[in-house]
């Protein structure tokens, strides 16, 4: 069986032998796969609760600065600061490693699909109170 940090590109593609190329760990990739796609869920999330939460709409709205955008700045300076925190942590964590980058990307589409639902019209206006 074949060791999980170990990378073996030249047995699936058999024409990078010659090319002598030096092995290089997934973690960093992974951890920016995974890190955008906390910072998209935290987007439609944030999104969701500015809805639900007049007390978060109003936090969110104080942080645009005098830019004219409401609440927008402030989900968006969250979001932001989600994918940073993450991508220094996992990026940190996982700079010499080789999670699977297949279970990765499933996770990372997951949280993704659903952040960027939760930034639709029709999904967070259901969550509007009256």
């Known amino acids: 069986m074949a060791d999980a940090d170990a990378h073996y590109d030249v047995e699936h593609a058999p024409e990078l032998a010659g090319l002598n190329?030096?092995?290089?760990?997934?973690?960093?990739?992974?951890?920016?796969?995974?890190?955008?796609?906390?910072?998209?869920?935290v987007l439609?999330?944030?999104?969701?609760?500015?809805?639900?939460?007049?007390?978060?709409h109003d936090v969110f709205e104080r942080m645009e600065m005098g830019l004219g955008v409401?609440?927008?700045?402030?989900?968006?300076?969250?979001?932001?600061a989600a994918f940073i925190v993450s991508w220094l942590i996992l990026g940190l964590a996982w700079r010499r490693k080789n999670p699977s980058l297949k279970v990765w990307f499933t996770i990372s589409?997951?949280?993704?699909?659903?952040?960027?639902?939760?930034?639709?019209?029709?999904?967070f206006l259901a969550f509007a109170g009256d």
Do not use: C, H, R
Request: charged share 10%; hydrophobic share 55%.
């Open 44 to 56: 439609g999330l944030a999104t969701v609760l500015n809805e639900v939460s007049t007390g978060l």
């Open 70 to 80: 409401g609440p927008l700045a402030g989900k968006t300076i969250l979001a932001t």
């Open 21 to 41: 190329l030096p092995e290089k760990p997934d973690g960093p990739a992974a951890a920016a796969m995974l890190a955008a796609a906390i910072g998209i869920f």
């Open 109 to 123: 589409l997951i949280l993704g699909i659903l952040g960027a639902l939760g930034t639709f019209p029709p999904i």
